[in-house]
């Protein structure tokens, strides 16, 4: 993980009644993650007065993020609203999930990600306002437990310092790889997330698979990247071809 702990900084941000007045300011910095806000005044009533909070997040690292869920919250502490005390920045959508079920963002250098709500305060207070990274932002997909789905994986692959090129289906419970001599291996996914391979490329044409009742796990490293690990302490990174 790249963000190691949750942390919170406060702050108070100088108010102004024009509604267009007031410029953006740099309110934290973390990793290259530059996250600025503006709030302006709405409306002035009598027993509170109503505010408007815009805000964006631009990654200056050079470097492309993932994040599980929101990867910055942004909240007004002593808001009067039931809706708008919190507020999000997400990142990108992917066609990534955990085994969890949590969605997978991706945060891409030198893109802007924006956010804005409407709150309430009592009358004559100033906001206060909290901004917090997440702990679980990470520089690869290898930092999250990705759920293994078609979209992801079928496709042809090749070992890292190999010229064989692997063609990988999968249909949600069973892996089938082809490899560039056309013989078969088949892994099929059990309940506790890992593949067991019930027949391998040496005994496709043997009738006893006994032996190769071993485990792996396929990690996503990045859309382009996996890697495999096996129970027998094999590690492979595989890139994808197309």
């Given at each position: 993980m790249l963000v190691k702990k949750l942390f919170t900084i406060a702050f108070i941000i100088g108010?102004?009644?024009?509604?267009?007045a007031q410029d953006y300011k740099l309110l934290t910095?973390?990793?290259?993650i530059e996250v600025y806000g503006r709030i302006d005044l709405v409306d002035k009533g009598k027993k509170k007065d109503q505010y408007a909070l815009s805000a964006y997040a631009t990654n200056t690292s050079g470097k492309t993020f993932y994040s599980e869920g929101p990867w910055i919250t942004i909240k007004i502490v002593n808001s009067k609203s039931f809706i708008g005390n919190l507020m999000s920045i997400n990142g990108e959508?992917?066609?990534?999930?955990?085994m969890a079920g949590s969605l997978v963002y991706m945060v891409k250098a030198g893109n802007k990600y924006e956010t804005t709500s409407k709150f309430k305060v009592d009358s004559g207070l100033e906001p206060a306002v909290t901004v917090s990274f997440s702990n679980n932002l990470a520089n690869d997909l290898s930092a999250f437990k990705i759920r293994v789905t078609p979209q992801n994986i079928v496709g042809r692959w090749k070992a890292e310092n190999s010229n064989n090129i692997f063609r990988i289906d999968y249909n949600g419970t069973e892996l089938t790889i082809v490899d560039g001599y056309g013989d078969v291996a088949k892994w099929e996914l059990g309940n506790d997330g890992l593949y067991y391979r019930v027949v391998g490329f040496e005994n496709n044409n043997e009738g006893d698979n006994s032996s190769l009742a071993y485990s792996s796990s396929l990690n996503l490293v990045s859309p382009t990247q996996i890697l495999?690990?096996?129970s027998e302490g094999i590690s492979i990174n595989f890139m994808k071809v197309d």
């Open positions: 108010l102004c009644t024009s509604a267009f910095t973390e990793n290259g959508s992917t066609t990534y999930s955990t495999y690990q096996n």
